[in-house]
């Protein structure tokens, strides 16, 4: 499979798939939003994959935002179907995806770069790292699901501040928020992330799945997410991992899972 803005690769079960548009700071214009639907399908899809790192190329950004020059003369029809198309294609698809994905937030992660990183399940920034969702300064507001991540990742008055301000915080202040999980210089970014994936590699995939399900249950209306747990939960005793797994324990050995 080719792109025109993103670089695919696959290292030890690992797929690391980078935004790849520089010059405009990794900006998420229409294509890069498709080409990063099929990409984050394809690794879900291949069964040697089993944890998914998403990052910007350059020094610079992780990504600067949706593409402003695609959007500037958008009717209310078109706004819409904008936010409605990313949330289905790349946002609600990354945060409901069977495998993990991790943001290596190496750079600005500015509106759709931030709400990209945070549609991911968790995220480690470098120590330039700047986040922010500036959209009232553009005169609207987030629409790849800002309004709803951020609260619910850092709390509703840090989340209104950072909204209504349209301000950045560093990569300290996120630590200090929980926005990111860990921060690094750039050069340890992804090796960090790597060791982190590597560490989920050895665990069960068909566990991990179900645990993203039950995790995710608790932040949508109307689902209650402890019958989710307990749903899932069962499911698991159906497995041949939880077999290999529990019996590897008993057998005092590392267990070898086959994401069945
Ligand atoms: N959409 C389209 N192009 C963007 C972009 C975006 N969100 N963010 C950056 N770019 C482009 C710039 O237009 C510029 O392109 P050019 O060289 O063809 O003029 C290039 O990327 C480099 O950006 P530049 O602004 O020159 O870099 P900087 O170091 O001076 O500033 C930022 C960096 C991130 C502060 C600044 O680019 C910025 O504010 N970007 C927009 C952030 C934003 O509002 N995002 C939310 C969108 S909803």
Same mark, same amino acid.
């Given at each position: 499979?080719? !792109?025109?803005?993103?670089?695919?690769?696959?290292d030890?079960?690992?797929?690391?798939?980078?935004i790849?548009r520089p010059?405009k700071?990794?900006?998420l214009?229409k294509? %890069?939003?498709?080409?990063?639907?099929?990409?984050?399908?394809?690794?879900?899809e291949d069964?040697?994959?089993?944890?998914?790192?998403? %990052?910007?190329?350059?020094?610079k950004?992780?990504v600067?935002?949706? *593409?402003?020059s695609? !959007?500037?003369n958008?009717?209310?029809e078109e706004?819409?179907?904008?936010?409605?198309?990313?949330?289905?294609?790349?946002?609600?698809?990354i945060e409901n995806l069977?495998?993990?994905?991790i943001?290596?937030?190496?750079?600005f992660?500015?509106g759709?770069?931030?709400?990209?990183a945070?549609?991911c399940h968790f995220?480690?920034?470098? *120590?330039?790292?700047k986040?922010?969702l500036?959209?009232?300064?553009l005169g609207v507001?987030p629409?790849?699901?800002g309004?709803?991540?951020l609260?619910?990742?850092?709390g509703k008055?840090r989340?209104?501040?950072?909204?209504? %301000?349209?301000?950045?915080?560093d990569?300290?202040?996120?630590l200090?928020?929980?926005?990111v999980?860990?921060?690094?210089t750039?050069d340890e970014l992804?090796?960090?992330?790597?060791k982190i994936?590597?560490?989920?590699?050895?665990?069960?995939p068909?566990?991990?799945?179900?645990?993203?399900q039950a995790v995710?249950?608790n !932040?949508?209306s109307?689902?209650?997410?402890? *019958?989710v747990e307990i749903?899932?939960?069962g499911?698991? !005793?159906?497995?041949a991992?939880f077999?290999?797994?529990t019996t590897?324990?008993l057998?005092k050995?590392?267990?070898n899972f086959t994401?069945e």
């Open positions: 499979m080719t !792109f025109n803005n993103i670089l695919f690769e696959e030890n079960s690992i797929a690391t798939i980078t790849n010059n700071l990794n900006a214009n294509e %890069t939003i498709a080409e990063l639907h099929r990409a984050v399908k394809l690794a879900e069964g040697d994959i089993n944890v998914i790192i998403i %990052t910007g190329s350059g020094e950004a992780f600067a935002g949706a *593409d402003i695609e !959007f500037a958008f009717s209310v706004g819409t179907k904008l936010a409605a198309n990313g949330h289905k294609m790349l946002f609600d698809f069977s495998k993990p994905v943001a290596a937030v190496n750079g992660a500015l759709g770069g931030l709400e990209l945070m549609a995220r480690l920034a470098s *120590d330039n790292a986040m922010g500036p959209e009232v300064s507001i629409g790849y699901g309004t709803q991540r609260p619910q990742l850092i008055g989340a209104m501040e950072m909204i209504m %301000t349209a301000g950045m915080i990569a300290n202040k996120a200090s928020y929980g926005l999980n860990y921060v690094t750039q992804l090796p960090f992330c790597k994936a590597a560490k989920i590699c050895n665990n069960s068909v566990a991990i799945s179900s645990a993203i995710n249950s !932040f949508k109307g689902v209650n997410g402890y *019958d749903k899932e939960f499911k698991c !005793f159906g497995t991992d077999i290999e797994g590897a324990f057998e050995r590392k267990a994401g």
